[in-house]
T-cell receptor, first 113, second 114 residues
Framework: GNSVTQMEGPVTLSEEAFLTINCTYTATGYPSLFWYVQYPGEGLQLLLKATKADDKGSNKGFEATYRKETTSFHLEKGSVQVSDSAVYFCALSWGTNAGKSTFGDGTTLTVKP | NAGVTQTPKFRILKIGQSMTLQCTQDMNHNYMYWYRQDPGMGLKLIYYSVGAGITDKGEVPNGYNVSRSTTEDFPLRLELAAPSQTSVYFC?????????????FGAGTRLSVL
């Protein structure tokens, strides 16, 4: 079956530190990959996506590259801010199958000033 | 742009009570979903719908029911609430575009069953 494994949290960083959150997946074929972010008290919202191998998704200084050979989609940011404190979810989906997504368990990031 | 709207935001139920969680979207999306999120865990799919009149079970459907009489609305019904149903419930919708389905989430309903 399909699954998404994220690095366990929580992750605590100082402001301006480099961020990496690891994500690996198991799936048949070539799904689309996503990172969603959940701020306190809110629903998930799309942060970035990649739809095929070697694609790089980017948004708000965050980046992730679709690596087919390592089945990975690690999230990175060069310099985090306090406002980046949130829970980050890696997910995969196909355009078919009713668009159902498989989510990782989430990684909580806290950035301290 | 309202997007996906869920009501209520919070609710406390007694064991055995029933309630309906409301979800409506104004993006004319065909697909809608209900998830539950337990503390420190990811999202588990309860039910989903591919269009008005069509619903199907997800990973954890027991104890829940849904209906989809219109494109906009996808209510989730809890019958005979149990403590195991204490969770945060999210409704989402999506539409396939360019071969990709991006899901849009409501703000959630926090439910406690005591």
């Amino acid at each position: 079956g399909n699954s998404v494994t994220q690095m366990e949290g929580p992750v605590t960083l100082s402001e301006e530190a480099f961020l990496t959150i690891n994500c690996t997946y198991t799936a048949t074929g070539y799904p689309s990959l996503f990172w969603y972010v959940q701020y306190p008290g809110e629903g998930l919202q799309l942060l970035l996506k990649a739809t095929k191998a070697d694609d790089k998704g980017s948004n708000k200084g965050f980046e992730a590259t679709y690596r087919k050979e390592t089945t990975s989609f690690h999230l990175e940011k060069g310099s985090v801010q306090v406002s980046d404190s949130a829970v980050y979810f890696c997910a995969l989906s196909w355009g078919t199958n009713a668009g159902k997504s498989t989510f990782g368990d989430g990684t909580t990031l806290t950035v301290k000033p | 742009n309202a997007g996906v709207t869920q009501t209520p935001k919070f609710r406390i139920l007694k064991i055995g009570q029933s309630m309906t969680l409301q979800c409506t979207q104004d993006m004319n999306h065909n697909y809608m979903y209900w998830y539950r999120q337990d503390p420190g865990m990811g999202l588990k799919l309860i039910y989903y719908s591919v269009g008005a009149g069509i619903t199907d079970k997800g990973e954890v459907p027991n104890g829940y029911n849904v209906s989809r009489s219109t494109t906009e609305d996808f209510p989730l019904r809890l019958e005979l609430a149990a403590p195991s149903q204490t969770s945060v419930y999210f409704c989402a919708s999506s539409q396939r575009s360019g071969g990709v389905n991006i899901q849009y989430f409501g703000a959630g309903t926090r439910l406690s069953v005591l």
